[in-house]
């Protein structure tokens, strides 16, 4: 098993860098898909990764191999393509509908999902404190979305359908996670990501509409600039962070990003008026908020009594 080098203050910047950049993520995209379609915006994602991560393998001499991989690692490197690549796609597709705050929320199932698959599929323990973690996480989104349980249908029709969007990508974002879990016995995780983007550049390609990038004005670029960085950047540092830190404790630090989502809507409503505008939320919805990220916090703190998993 892999065993942490102990810095924990390291791992703790690096998790919160990650965190970071995921929450301002959302609010990113949701602004560039004004310009652009979920599909264009993928494709540059994934292939702006392909290049940085590339050159980084290339310059270790860490180009994977995918010569004499068993039909196994076949299947498995099937389901983390599709799987990553899909993530993306329906995430944009479901944030078109619904606001940042929303969609941060709602991909808190993503992990989750991804601790029931080990319990379903591969028999890990689930201990105690992450079945309150679920509980909490449930109820906490119950009560975020209060409002919208008040007045359903109607308006609100195509939010919901943003919101089912979202919930799926949340679960194909889990079965990449199981799938990847599996490969790290044939490469390591920058190797299996490094496929996986070019593969999702190839598939892409056919629905990309690349003129698209020359339609962009200033702020357009800059977006698309750094949500594409952004991709690097933060698995990088989640990577790494892995390596000073404890996973659990790490992923505890991860569950704050929805809060970040929140803080930066309401930073940049104040600090660019009309560039996005925040969502009326009332006391039970910021009850829910919290909640939710204390139970994603403690299911995964909780998963430090897990059987362990060979690396």
């Given amino acids: ?14 998790a919160l860098i990650t965190a970071l950049m995921w929450g301002v993520l959302p609010i990113c995209l949701k602004v560039l898909l004004e310009r652009m379609d979920a599909y264009t915006i993928t494709w540059y994602r994934f292939l702006v990764a392909s290049l940085l991560l590339g050159g980084f393998l290339v310059r270790k001499g860490r180009i994977p191999s995918l010569k004499g991989l068993s039909r196994n690692s076949w299947v498995l490197l099937v ?6 690549t899909g ?25 989750m999902f991804l601790l029931l698959g080990g319990l379903v599929f591969y028999g890990e323990l689930f201990h105690p404190k992450q079945w309150v973690g679920l509980t909490l996480l449930i109820a906490g989104l119950l009560l975020f979305f209060n409002q919208r349980l008040e007045t359903p249908g109607g308006a609100g029709s195509d939010y919901y359908s943003g919101v089912a969007l979202i919930v799926c990508s949340a679960a194909i974002w ?37 003129s698209q990038i020359w339609n962009l004005d200033t702020a357009g670029a800059v977006l698309l600039a750094f949500c594409c960085v952004n991709t690097v950047i933060a698995y990088g540092s989640f990577a790494e962070a892995m390596v000073h830190w404890e996973a659990s404790r790490v992923s505890a630090v991860l569950a704050t990003t929805p809060v970040i989502t929140l803080a930066s809507v309401w930073i940049l409503s104040d600090l660019v008026p009309g560039a996005i505008v925040p ?6 919805a910021f009850v829910g908020a919290f909640l939710a990220v204390a139970g994603s916090m403690l299911a995964a703190l909780g998963s430090r009594y897990s059987a362990p998993t060979t690396d």
Avoid: C, D
Wanted: aromatic share 8%; no cysteine; proline share 3%.
């Fill in 79 to 84: 389901i983390a393509i599709l799987g990553l």
């Fill in 279 to 284: 969502e009326k939320l009332n006391t039970l």
């Fill in 1 to 14: 098993m892999h065993k942490v080098t102990g810095h924990w203050q390291r791992g703790f910047l690096l």
């Fill in 87 to 111: 993530n993306y796609v329906v995430y944009l597709l479901g944030l078109v509908r619904v606001t940042p705050e929303t969609a941060q929320m709602v991909v808190q199932l993503a992990p």
């Fill in 174 to 210: 889990a079965s990449y996670g199981m799938a990847q879990k599996n490969l790290l016995t044939t490469f390591r995780s920058e190797e299996t990501l490094l496929v996986i983007y070019l593969a999702a550049v190839l598939i892409l390609l056919p629905s990309a509409q690349l």
